[in-house]
């Protein structure tokens, strides 16, 4: 008696496994240009009212700080502090969502560790 597998099994796994491959591949360039693509990119947020700007990159590297001289106190460098730090904030978490965005576009929602 011959065993008979189920209808797609056995013969036709080789083309199964060239279309994964070929996915694969596809999903591969996609990633790269993603990522050239975010390198380019660039994120800014503002925070005080903007007296503090930050602008990042799509790499999550701080690009540029700027501070209004009006919002130099000596007498209160924790304000400065703080609206410094939620501009960077701001501007990494902006950068982030995106890429999970396009990220998530390219691999379909599939989370793949060790991607980016």
Known sequence: MKARLPQGYG???PSNMNQIAR???KMQEDMERLKDELAQKEYSA???GNMV???VTGEMEVKSIEIKPEVVDPDDI???SDMVMAAVNEA???AS???E???GDVTGGLSIPGLF
């Open 101 to 103: 965005q396009k990220l």
């Open 53 to 55: 700007s930050v602008t």
């Open 92 to 94: 990494l978490r902006m």
């Open 97 to 99: 969502a995106d890429k």
């Open 11 to 13: 013969g036709g796994m």
């Open 78 to 80: 924790e304000m400065l």
């Open 46 to 48: 503002s925070s005080g």
């Open 23 to 25: 996915q694969a591949q």
